[in-house]
């Protein structure tokens, strides 16, 4: 089990950026696919963006593509989201999500342990 810490989140205007980044705890990081969803009001939980345990691999959902960028530096346990040109229909309360299974997955059920989250609000 690995516990996550989600931090950078905020209130931006449309066709702004803001990094988010998560923070796990424990050794074993490295053997975690990692994955960022979003989740706006009424709606069900949806896959953002994941990337490989090296690193060197990621995948995003469409809407995302060429605006946000997933990474890590497993040397300090931390996973990062870079989201630029946001647009008001980014706004969301954004997870941290973990894996041992294959990495990758966009179903939020594939995932075993989650940040608490962190609120993105973009304003047109």
């Known amino acids: 089990q690995v516990q996550l810490v989600e931090s950078g989140g905020g209130t931006v205007q449309a066709g702004g950026s803001l990094r988010l980044s998560c923070a796990a705890s424990?050794?074993?990081?490295?053997?975690?696919?990692m994955a960022w969803f979003r989740q706006a009001p009424g709606k069900e939980r949806d896959f953002v963006a994941a990337?490989?345990?090296?690193?060197?691999?990621?995948i995003y959902r469409d809407s995302v593509l060429g605006r946000f960028t997933i990474s890590r530096d497993n040397a300090k346990n931390t996973v990062y989201l870079q989201m630029n040109s946001l647009k008001p229909e980014d706004t969301a309360v954004y997870y941290c999500?973990?894996?041992?299974?294959?990495?990758?997955?966009?179903?939020?059920?594939?995932?075993?342990?989650w940040g608490q989250g962190i609120q993105v609000t973009v304003s047109s």
């Open positions: 999500a973990a894996t041992l299974g294959r990495w990758g997955d966009r179903v939020a059920g594939a995932y075993n342990d």
């Open positions: 424990g050794r074993t990081f490295r053997r975690y696919g």
């Open positions: 990337v490989s345990t090296s690193g060197e691999t990621t």
